[in-house]
């Protein structure tokens, strides 16, 4: 899978991946330009059009690499000068598109790639008992602000108590044995002995920071 079950993730996701393909397409487009702009087929034009949707100094940056392409057109030997401006022409067009597309997808595809297979993985594992254990597992690594959410969202275990402690007169200087209410000791507690709703809990709140429905 490619996308999130959950619209907020699902609505970033896309959002990035037209973000990359905007700038693909727009470095692109200013190769191409560049690519026209230091043709050695005609000679050197005296004026070159400004390119559109550029800044004035992108603009003027690709004006200035066009004319030094004239110069070396100009001054090279007749038979090997275009070839020369060609060669130089090409590899200027590779370079302007490869270096700010390729540091791009450094930084976006290899999590793209990462969220894709994390997402697989968890899909497959929720399937079964033992892979919402390992998922349960997952969870419990998370920050500790995290697994104190996903305590809040477990049930208070009822306090039990003897009509011998309901008759018993309460003793001040004695602390009353009440039981903690639940926090990320318990989630560890339930985990340790399989209970299944701190593991329904656990999983669950793994696959929601996927973005993945429970």
């Not at 059009?49 to 057109?73: E, F, K, N, T, Y």
Request: proline share 10%.
């Amino acid at each position: 899978m490619w996308y999130a079950h959950n619209p907020g993730r699902r609505a970033r996701q896309l959002l990035g991946d037209g973000a990359a393909l905007l700038w693909t397409a727009l470095w692109a487009a200013v190769a191409l330009a560049m690519h026209r702009l230091v043709q050695p087929a005609s000679p050197p034009a005296p004026h070159r059009p400004r390119i559109p949707l550029l800044g004035s100094s992108v603009d003027g940056a690709l004006r200035g690499v066009a004319h030094a392409g004239d110069r070396i057109v100009s001054a090279a030997p007749a038979p090997q000068g275009p070839a020369a401006a060609q060669a130089l022409a090409v590899l200027g067009v590779a370079a302007l598109f490869v270096i700010p597309v390729g540091l791009m997808l450094t930084v976006w595809l290899p999590r793209r790639i990462r969220w894709t297979r994390q997402a697989a993985a968890a899909q497959e594992l929720a399937g079964t008992e033992d892979g919402r254990e390992l998922l349960a597992l997952r969870a419990l690594l998370r920050p500790l602000d995290e697994l104190a959410a996903t305590a809040e969202l477990l049930p208070a275990a009822p306090h039990e108590t003897s009509d011998q402690d309901l008759d018993a007169d309460p003793d001040p200087d004695l602390e009353l044995d009440v039981p903690p209410g639940p926090g990320p000791g318990s989630l560890a507690k339930g985990w340790r002995e399989a209970d299944p709703v701190v593991l329904d809990a656990l999983a669950g709140a793994e696959l929601q920071r996927l973005g993945l429905r429970t």
